[in-house]
Nanobody, 118 residues
Framework: HVQLVESGGGSVQAGGSLRLSCAAS????????LGWFRQAPGKEREGVAR????????YYADSVKGRFTISQDNAKNTVFLQMNSLKLEDTAMYYC????????????WGQGTQVTVS
């Protein structure tokens, strides 16, 4: 099966940037898309960005378009989430997941990494 490990979270001031990484290991051949989700306290989990590992196509939630960029390093089985112009409302636990390429439907999850914007 696939294992996902996130890293790169932390605390940053509003307007700042962070870069999250998601390293995939194990049987990754059947994984078509990887995505980032986030969940703030008291709120439902929401999809943020996803990327096709086959053709690199990307999809973003409206709330992060123009500020976040998802990318991949196929050689290292790693997906990144570059987050710029961070806002207070971006504060959340961020999770990497193997997802459907057509919907915010995760089926393998990482342990999460905390992002705090103040």
């Amino acid at each position: 099966h696939v294992q996902l490990v996130e890293s790169g979270g932390g605390s940053v001031q509003a307007g700042g940037s962070l870069r999250l990484s998601c390293a995939a290991s194990g049987y990754t051949y059947d994984v078509d898309c990887l995505g980032w989700f986030r969940q703030a306290p008291g709120k439902e989990r929401e999809g943020v960005a996803r990327i096709s590992l086959r053709d690199g196509s990307t999809y973003y939630a409206d709330s992060v378009k123009g500020r976040f960029t998802i990318s991949q390093d196929n050689a290292k089985n790693t997906v990144f989430l570059q987050m710029n112009s961070l806002k207070l409302e971006d504060t959340a636990m961020y999770y990497c997941a193997a997802v459907s390429c057509r919907a915010w439907s995760g089926y393998v999850w990482g342990q999460g990494t905390q992002v705090t914007v103040s």
